[in-house]
């Protein structure tokens, strides 16, 4: 699929929000009345504390985000002082299977070693199976040390890919 991966304009940034909720809902990763609903939602919020990046078709479509976070800043979880993170990963449904999320995770990995960052680390919901695969084709690693649990009963695996 011809696409460009560009940072996201202020315009587009509700659509942003309403794609990431989708996107993990769709797969069942969000269920109604959970409390991060709102925080997939809230697209400007990572636009203005990270680095908000989309993904559009030939047709100027949104059929993909992900965002990029720096070492040590707001959206940071589990990078090290040296490592980024990326975070908030999704593809529309209709998208999926196309490498869209490869494009989008690519463009973090090349974003980071144009920053001289040792790494990109990143963690994901137990059941997030499409996600795990394309971070092991990517050459991710698993690192359970960094495993963690943001509320009872979510427990999310860490990977990282080493730059150096
Ligand atoms: C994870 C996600 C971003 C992948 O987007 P995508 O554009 O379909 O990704 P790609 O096309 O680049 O690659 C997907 C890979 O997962 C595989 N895959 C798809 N569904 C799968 C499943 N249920 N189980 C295992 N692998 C699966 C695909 O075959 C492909 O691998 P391959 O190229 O080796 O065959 C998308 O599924 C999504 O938005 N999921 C919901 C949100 C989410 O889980 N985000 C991750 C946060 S850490």
Redesign the pocket.
């Known amino acids: 699929m011809p696409l460009t991966v560009r940072e996201a304009r202020p315009d587009e940034l509700g659509a942003v929000g309403s794609l990431t909720l989708a996107?993990?809902a769709?797969?069942g990763?969000v269920t109604p009345g959970n409390p991060y609903a709102a925080t997939l939602l809230d697209a400007a919020a990572r636009a203005r504390e990270a680095t908000l990046l989309v993904a559009v078709d030939e047709g100027g479509l949104l059929?993909?985000t992900v965002t990029y976070v720096r070492p040590g800043s707001a959206f940071a979880e589990v990078g090290g002082p040296d490592e980024a993170e990326?975070?908030?990963?999704?593809?529309?449904?209709t998208?999926?299977?196309?490498?869209?999320?490869?494009?989008?995770?690519d463009a973090c990995v090349e974003q980071a070693r144009a920053e001289g960052l040792a790494a990109v680390a990143?963690?994901?919901?137990e059941g997030?199976?499409?996600?795990?695969?394309?971070?092991g084709?990517m050459g991710f690693a698993r690192t359970p040390e960094r495993d963690w649990s943001p509320r009872d009963g979510i427990r999310l695996l860490a990977f990282r890919l080493s730059l150096t």
Do not use: F, Q
């Open positions: 996107a993990y769709a797969d990763e059929v993909g990326v975070r908030m990963l999704a593809v529309a449904p998208a999926r299977g196309a490498g869209v999320g490869r494009r989008l995770s990143l963690s994901s919901g997030m199976a499409a996600a795990h695969r394309l971070y084709r």
